[in-house]
């Protein structure tokens, strides 16, 4: 069984930054995938960030503000968030695909104020 658990979510401010993290637990494999999805009230779940190995890949309305980041001996992700703006509020989601099995964390919400 696996488990994810976010955090570091929050309020801040237009031009702020935040960083989440999400700290898997149970049987994990090297060679997964993790990222982070987010979900705006009234919109479907979009990806993010993805990293497989040392590979990373971004969705284009994020690329040049966020970076993900992964820590193997600890089995947990980063997201780091700057130059936030109001569109990027949505509660965000960890994901882990290993072994054709995906795994969600509960969200964690960051909300950014004009």
């Known amino acids: 069984q696996v488990q994810l658990v976010e955090s570091g979510g929050g309020l801040v401010q237009a031009g702020g930054s935040l960083r989440l993290s999400c700290a898997a637990s149970?049987?994990?494999?090297?060679?997964?995938?993790m990222g982070w999805y987010r979900q705006a009230p009234g919109k479907q779940r979009e990806l993010v960030a993805v990293?497989?190995?040392?590979?990373?890949n971004y969705a284009d309305s994020v690329k040049g503000r966020f970076t993900i980041s992964r820590d193997n001996a600890k089995n947990t992700v980063y997201l780091q968030m700057n130059s936030l703006k109001p569109e990027d509020t949505a509660v965000y989601y960890c994901?882990?695909?290993?072994?054709?099995?995906?795994?969600w964390g509960h969200g964690t919400q960051v909300t950014v104020s004009s």
């Open positions: 994901n882990l695909n290993q072994l054709n099995s995906l795994y």
């Open positions: 149970g049987s994990i494999f090297a060679r997964n995938a």
């Open positions: 990293i497989i190995l040392s590979s990373t």
